[in-house]
């Protein structure tokens, strides 16, 4: 395995294993002291630490506080809403829960893969995109409906509990059901949920005025 692939396995490893709570940022940064040994953190407490893997989830909490370009529109406007209110007929699920799922999942950015391999708008993992015959995971109206699918899904099984359907989203359902029917404690997850709910509730808010 090339050392590049490595070190990323090696990061992604150490990022699962953090402590939830540890930190309010989901960045990974790294630096190599003078006799060779690694060093990874999500707390950069030495000034040769250098950002090694983004936090995916700071630009929708940075759009809360000032919203700027796709953020600043109401539904209606924002890319995809064709798309995304088509499936939320044959889904049932919420038309602006769906734009608030892709609006911190990938800023709706169609193209976006994450490190794991999440894929598209919604972000969905290849096991997902399996489960629910999703064969193109960059195409634009077949991840939405894909993702909204799961999204149905989850809501089913939590009866109707959206914090819990949109843990299961991120962290995986069994996840949820391991822990008790509640938000998993990873840090990850525990950012999430009230992220895509602040985002929700602001559409929401767009739309009533």
């Known amino acids: 395995m090339p050392a590049k692939s490595r070190r990323l396995l090696l990061i992604l490893a150490i990022a699962a294993a953090l402590p939830a709570g540890v930190s309010a940022s989901g960045a990974i940064y790294g630096f190599v002291d003078e006799s060779g040994v690694e060093h990874l953190t999500n707390i950069p407490n030495d000034s040769r630490y250098r950002l090694l893997l983004r936090d995916r989830l700071a630009p929708a909490a940075a759009a809360l506080k000032v919203p700027r370009g796709v953020f600043a529109l109401p539904t209606e406007q924002r ?21 608030a799922v ?11 893969v994450s490190a794991r391999g999440a894929t598209g708008l919604m972000q969905l993992m290849p096991a997902t995109a399996r489960r629910y015959g999703l064969e193109n995971a960059r195409d634009p109206a077949a991840n939405i409906r894909a993702g909204a699918r799961y999204l149905r ?13 949109l843990a299961g989203y991120n962290a995986g359902e069994n996840a949820v059901l391991r822990h ?3 938000i998993p404690p990873y840090a990850e997850t525990q950012r999430y949920v009230p992220l895509v709910l602040a985002h929700y509730e602001r559409l929401n808010g767009l739309a009533r005025r």
Request: glycine share 6%.
């Open 79 to 99: 890319p995809f809403d064709d798309a995304i209110r088509a499936v939320s007929r044959t889904t049932g699920v919420d038309a602006a829960l769906l734009h």
């Open 102 to 112: 892709i609006a911190v999942e990938s800023g709706y950015r169609d193209t976006a």
């Open 153 to 165: 899904d989850l809501l089913a099984l939590f009866d109707n509990d959206i914090e819990l359907a």
């Open 180 to 182: 008790g029917w509640r």
